[in-house]
């Protein structure tokens, strides 16, 4: 569990199922993904991301607004399955209901887990990744100190090859980066 000024970032229950549903069925939530998710199958990454936690000690997080607001999505740390240049690695992942989004609970909810990720975990480097047109999620890696190297640009392997989706951006953060601008 991890609580921020806004927010409880926290274990995941059976009754946020119906909300993590609505939202992966949202078009505007699913923009850069090449599918809109069935209840099916997003109890499936339900299931995903708790035998992730199991397997790895951290995940992604369910969100709450404290006091306001049971479950606005997740945000958190995940090792990508899928084989890359840059794996294996831990990637930043995050996704919002749309009504939560332009308040910078991402970002709040992203600094806390990279605290997490290199203070308690001992990371050396936390990398997040995106289709190269979503413009608000690269937002967020840059606000919490993420840079990104043009030659680490790929093509995502379990995207369809011509599928407008398929290059993404790479962004990397170290541990000493982290400390060093944390601090400062
Ligand atoms: C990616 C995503 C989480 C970003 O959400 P977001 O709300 O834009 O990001 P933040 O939470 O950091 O909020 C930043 C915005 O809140 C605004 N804001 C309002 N109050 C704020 C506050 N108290 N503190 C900080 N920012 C605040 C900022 O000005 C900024 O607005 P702008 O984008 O219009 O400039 C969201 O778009 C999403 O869930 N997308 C779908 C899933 C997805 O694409 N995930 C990433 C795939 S890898």
Not at 24 to 44: C, G, H, K
Not at 70 to 82: A, D, E, H, K, M
Not at 83 to 90: G, I, K, L, N
Not at 147 to 170: E, Q
Request: net charge positive; with cysteine; hydrophobic share 45%.
């Amino acid at each position: 569990m991890l609580t921020t000024a806004r927010l409880r970032l926290r274990p995941w229950r059976d009754d946020d199922l119906e909300p993590f549903a609505a939202l992966n069925a949202d078009p505007r939530v699913r923009e850069f993904f090449p599918l809109l998710q069935t209840r099916q199958e997003s109890a499936e990454s339900m299931q995903y991301i708790l035998d992730h936690f199991r397997s790895h000690g951290f995940g992604l997080w369910a969100v709450e607004v404290i006091g306001a607001v049971p479950f606005i999505g997740f945000i958190g740390l995940s090792v990508p399955s899928f084989d890359a240049p840059f794996t294996p690695c831990v990637e930043l992942g995050y996704r919002l209901a749309f009504e939560h989004w332009g308040r910078g609970y991402a970002t709040e909810g992203a600094r806390a887990v990279i605290a997490f990720g290199f203070a308690t975990v001992g990371l050396g480097e936390i990398v997040a990744m995106t289709a190269v047109g979503n413009k608000r999620s690269r937002r967020v890696m840059e606000r919490v100190g993420m840079k990104r190297n043009v030659a680490d640009d790929f093509d995502h392997p379990n995207i369809v090859v011509g599928h407008r989706l398929r290059r993404h951006v790479l962004y990397r953060l170290t541990a000493n980066d982290w400390a060093a601008t944390a601090h400062s």
